[in-house]
């Protein structure tokens, strides 16, 4: 289970397909094999190795007189008020301090490893072992400075077991053989689990008490099953035997230590029936063996192979009928299989699918009808699906057998006029269907969205886009949504008020506050970039501030920390970099450095032309500011006629000028400490003139300490500063003149260090969270294993498609991965690289293989349950734009340039095969989308000069006479051109653009994305003029892709500059759902 080994309760338990390269790191961990001994250098108080041997001594933790075992003392961790202490014993065992030190290491959690112990409460460093006295309390800590304001002890200590010898009892006939060496005699026995021959005869025998074959045949299940799922199979190995003990006649059935015995009435076998609960096509009827002496964990392994569910991912077997119980040990199975033939076997989504759906469709409590089993059903889907049945068999059906002269005729005879529109100024036909569609009213449809999963983490920028809060959830945001996430909870709040992506973060000092600033939005009617500040438990708004001054965006935000986070300060990302001092609570301008238009001397207040990464107030003292970015570290002050002037003669590079200045942090003296894009930290000291200058004697050592850019520093409460920079990671003493303490580097693959911050900031045990370049969160500390606790893509998204049988989806991007996502508990499966980058996605109607089309020219198929490649075909030199599989399954079509490749698919996706001549040409520019219709007979594509053409694959060229297919029934609706959608065209804006849309599997609802990154929902078909809709704006830039799951309960969405990926929840408009309150900026539809 090596992929899927975690530390703590971690979302990311994810497995890596292996693509095109062996060995490619896993998912949630960092580190193979154990870590390094601590390292050692000059003047560190660590041995070159060794440890304490405790191997034959037991704890002595909680032990109340000393005796012989040496001398018996308690050590508390430096800062820490609610540490309970840890108590041991000093005796001849430990030869060194060295010694002990390392021990104490792996018992008490700090940053950088126990380095120092201390006599409480007179603070004396320990410096030798004879030193110790018995009884007394000592601190443990990693710096040479021990924290006199903590009462160490004063917790009160949990009360340890006792280790009394138990006294003596009557025991159990049953348990002689525990007690006693009882000789054992050897039956052989068969396995548990045997997959049925053709015969089943064998279901009523009694098992034999020797058997000698477990090679079994598979039951046969369809016709077209594929020859390698009726493989034999072994479950156990030949010569397993079962132990029966003469004296207590007693056998163990299973690992749980359940007890029968063999003096009973043997049970006769029974035929089961086990199914994957991710692909009900996968099902295997075994025989049952009650008599078995197989361990309960070995038949779960044998079920999870069985079932084809990759190592380590197998959760549970479940029973097939409701309650939908899980089986925890073997006499469970056993009272089971008495009641139950059928089972379900899962993998990392954890329940049975009918729990899920059940959960799913749970009524709302405020609802009068929504009590279970009394819902009515919607009588528009029955009334629809009439509607489906009938165009299906009359138009389409009848005319499949008629030759084109006959279709003409018939088409003039019907008199099937056009309907002309207007695409951006070229005018288009489109023919309606001859029956029209009592749904297509052009009213609003009864669904409504509502955001359930946010994936991924916008780290690209370096900027502080990563909290903590008090009750230790994490906040961060993706295009226009801020995100709570709760880790223990498995759960995410949303903040949608925003219209445009959020650029910059702050949180309040009292962490009860966040303020989030957003860009300039395209388009003519959008809303001026504004900061709000609001509630982070409840999202409630409290204040929208600077509508009238931000023309450009906000680049930075920041509260300050002396007035306990009265003052905001916000830097715009205009040309000008004007930075103002708010009053945030009175939504009152304090000060702010752009001259007003009778103040001539501009250069006085002028922020800088340069670029601005960041700013932040001095901690102690709020009339000062520093702002850092292209080649400049600014210190300013504010005066009380509310101007900003900048101190000249602070933050001045006596030498060499770094590039950009990346991250800044604060020593506990008041020190200004910078990093910088050569790799240096640097140390600002404050004069008595208030300036801020170079601390030559300790910032040269610290000149190029990293090899690139320092984007993160962290000061902890212990005065460790962390620094990050690139994929390494340093810790440096402040209380020992910054002295290098220990160096930790993660994979390349976890991308660049952006941010770096503790669980908290009053803990020392050395926890950490990281965001990183590729969008990622990672949890772990310079002791233990780092471990994913977000993960997404870091480029675009470009290619997203959905399970046809299971809850899942697959995700493609420009950043040539391959993502395959569980939908109920957003975890990431596997993750495969292709080498290439990734255009588009499409699975074949069973679900089995995937392909992408690349920018290359090439497609790679890959295994859909593992990710492995599987084929790959070079098609053509440009990319491949959209890529499909007929419902059949027999073709696939990928879209190059103007051109549309067709390819038999043989083997069940293993195999292809040009078709024919091939090709399809007539476009006069790139394909965009293509659909096939339900009979596998015809195709509609659409080019980016908005031509939809349609394809008859029987004679391999264009069907000019839309009119013939007018009735047609296309198996998807990614085209973003047809009459079923004029009413969407025609809500559009000037400069506005359908990019992508998809129809619900049920006919019901139309999803349209466009390219202002807003996500419209209407009702299908949309036909009428001005039809309604409800919107959201979940992104700034284009949404890129839309996707129905297979049951429509979700739907899947991509888009915007940070690789945003959207997981929406399809609701009922009649149900329940509480909105957020009432905003003038509010983009949420509250129906």
């Known amino acids: 289970m090596d992929y899927y080994d975690y530390d703590g309760p971690h979302r990311a338990h994810t497995q890596q397909g292996n693509g095109y390269r062996q060995g490619y790191p896993t998912g949630n961990r960092y580190d193979n094999g154990a870590y390094d001994n601590p390292d050692t250098y000059q003047g560190l108080r660590y041995p070159s190795g060794g440890s304490m041997d405790h191997d034959d001594e037991p704890d002595t933790l909680g032990r109340t007189k000393l005796g012989k075992r040496g001398k018996l003392v308690t050590f508390y961790r430096n800062g820490d008020n609610n540490f309970k202490g840890f108590q041991t014993s000093i005796n001849s065992k430990i030869r060194s301090l060295e010694t002990l030190l390392v021990d104490l290491t792996s018992k008490i959690p700090t940053t950088t490893g126990i380095r120092y112990i201390f006599t409480w409460p007179d603070c004396k460093e320990v410096r030798d072992l004879s030193e110790f006295e018995g009884g007394r309390s000592y601190i443990a800590s990693c710096v040479k400075k021990v924290n006199k304001t903590i009462n160490y002890g004063s917790v009160s200590r949990e009360q340890f077991w006792q280790t009394k010898k138990p006294s003596a009892g009557r025991h159990r006939e049953d348990d002689k053989r525990f007690l006693y060496n009882i000789k054992p005699k050897q039956v052989n026995r068969p396995p548990v689990l045997s997959r049925m021959s053709a015969g089943i005869a064998a279901a009523n025998e009694t098992p034999r008490e020797t058997d000698t074959s477990d090679t079994f045949n598979t039951w046969p299940r369809s016709q077209n099953m594929k020859a390698k799922n009726r493989k034999s199979r072994n479950f156990q190995d030949d010569d397993s035997v079962a132990m029966d003990y003469e004296d207590t006649n007693t056998r163990r059935s299973g690992s749980n230590g359940d007890i029968t015995s063999p003096n009973q009435k043997p049970t006769p076998g029974k035929v089961l029936t086990v199914v994957n609960n991710l692909n009900r096509q996968i099902e295997e009827k075994v025989m049952f063996n009650p008599g078995t002496t197989q361990e309960f964990e070995e038949i779960m392994e044998d079920i999870s192979d069985m079932m084809k569910i990759p190592q380590g991912a197998f959760t549970g077997l479940f029973a097939g009928t409701h309650p939908f119980k899980k089986i925890e040990s073997f006499s469970q199975l056993l009272r089971t299989v008495e009641k139950c033939d059928k089972f379900i076997a899962c993998s990392l989504e954890g329940v049975p699918q009918e729990i899920l759906k059940r959960e799913r469709e749970a009524p709302s409590s405020n609802s009068s009808n929504d009590s279970t089993g009394m819902r009515k059903p919607r009588k528009h889907s029955r009334r ?103 880790k223990e909870k498995e759960t995410q709040k949303h903040y949608m008020e925003h219209t445009e992506d959020i650029t910059c973060m702050a949180l309040h000092p009292t962490q009860n506050y966040v303020a989030t600033g957003q860009q300039v939005g395209s388009s003519a009617t959008a809303i001026l970039p504004h900061i709000r500040i609001w509630d982070a438990k409840s999202l409630y708004t409290y204040k929208e501030i600077g509508l009238d001054l931000f023309q450009y965006g906000i680049n930075t935000l920041a509260f300050s920390t002396e007035s306990g986070g009265d003052l905001l300060l916000a830097v715009d ?515």
Request: aromatic share 10%.
């Open 384 to 486: 629809y699906e009439n509607l489906e049945i009938d165009s299906m068999s009359s138009p389409e059906q009848m005319s499949r057998h008629e030759s084109t002269e006959d279709r003409l005729n018939r088409a003039k005879l019907l008199n099937v006029k056009p309907v002309t529109v207007d695409i951006h100024g070229l005018r288009r036909e489109f023919y309606a269907p001859s029956k029209t569609n009592p749904e297509d009213n052009g009213a609003k449809p009864d669904k409504k969205l509502k955001l359930e999963w946010v994936y991924g983490y916008r780290g690209q920028e370096a900027k502080n886009n990563l909290y903590v809060l008090r009750t230790g959830e994490l906040v961060y945001y993706v295009a226009t949504v801020a995100i709570v996430y709760d």
């Open 573 to 1087: 990302a205009s040309d000008r970099h004007v930075l103002s001092v708010w009053d945030w609570q009175a939504g009152t301008l304090t000060a702010k450095t752009t001259p007003t238009k009778w103040e001539c001397d501009y250069s006085k207040f002028a922020t800088t032309s340069e670029v601005v990464i960041s700013g932040c107030f001095y901690p102690q003292d709020d009339t000062i500011i520093i702002t850092y970015g292209r080649q400049h570290i600014f210190f300013w002050k504010i005066f009380q006629d509310s101007k900003i002037y900048r101190d000249k003669k602070s933050g001045v590079f006596n030498d060499e000028v770094p590039k950009f200045v990346t991250s800044v942090a604060f020593a506990p003296n008041g020190d200004v400490i910078s990093g910088d894009s050569n790799g240096s930290i640097l140390i600002w000291s404050r004069n008595d003139s208030d300036q801020f200058a170079i601390n030559r004697h300790i910032s040269d050592h610290m000149s190029h300490a990293h090899h690139k850019s320092v984007f993160a520093l962290c000061m902890k409460a212990d005065g460790i500063l962390l620094s990050g920079a690139g994929s390494e990671i340093k810790a440096w003493d402040t209380s020992s003149e910054y002295r290098f303490i220990k160096e930790r580097m993660l994979p390349d693959t976890a991308g660049t260090i952006r941010n770096m911050l503790p669980h908290n900031q009053q803990d020392t045990d050395g926890q950490l969270y990281i965001g990183t370049a590729n969008n990622s969160i990672l949890e772990g500390s310079l002791q233990n294993k780092f471990t994913y606790l977000i993960q997404g893509h870091h480029k675009e998204v470009s290619g997203l498609t959905c399970h046809p049988t299971e809850q899942t989806f697959i995700t493609a991007g420009l950043d040539k991965e391959v993502c395959k996502w569980a939908l109920y508990t957003h975890n990431l499966i596997w993750k495969s690289n292709i080498g290439l980058e990734c255009v588009c996605v499409a699975f074949d109607p069973q679900g089995l293989v995937m392909a992408i089309g690349t920018t290359a020219g090439r497609f790679v198929i890959l295994d859909s349950s593992s990710g492995n490649h599987v084929a790959s075909i070079q098609v053509g030199n440009d990319d491949i734009t959209t890529i499909s599989f007929s419902p059949d399954g027999k073709m696939l079509a990928a879209g190059c340039q103007d051109n549309i490749f067709l390819y038999q698919v043989l083997d069940d996706g293993q195999c292809f095969r040009k078709h024919k001549t091939g090709v399809l040409s007539g476009h006069s520019n790139y394909i965009r989308q293509l659909d096939w219709s339900t009979d596998s007979r015809y195709i509609q594509s659409v080019s980016a000069d908005y031509d939809l053409m349609y394809w008859d694959i029987g004679k391999m060229q264009c069907e000019k006479q839309g009119a013939l297919l007018r009735d047609s029934l296309w198996t998807t609706q990614s085209a973003t051109l047809g009459h079923a959608l004029l009413g969407a065209w025609s809500n559009l804006e000037k400069d506005e653009d359908i990019v992508c849309t998809a129809r619900s599997n049920k006919h019901i609802t139309l999803a349209v994305g466009d390219n202002t990154g807003s996500l419209r929902l209407y009702k299908y078909p949309c036909s009428k003029q001005k039809a309604d809709f409800i919107a959201m704006k979940p992104y700034s830039k284009s949404t890129n892709n839309v996707c129905y799951t297979n049951d429509d309960t979700f739907l899947i969405t991509s888009g915007g500059s940070d690789a945003g990926l959207m997981q929406w929840c399809i609701k009922d408009n009649k149900q329940a759902m509480l909105p957020l309150p009432a905003s003038p900026f509010s983009m949420q539809d509250t129906l």
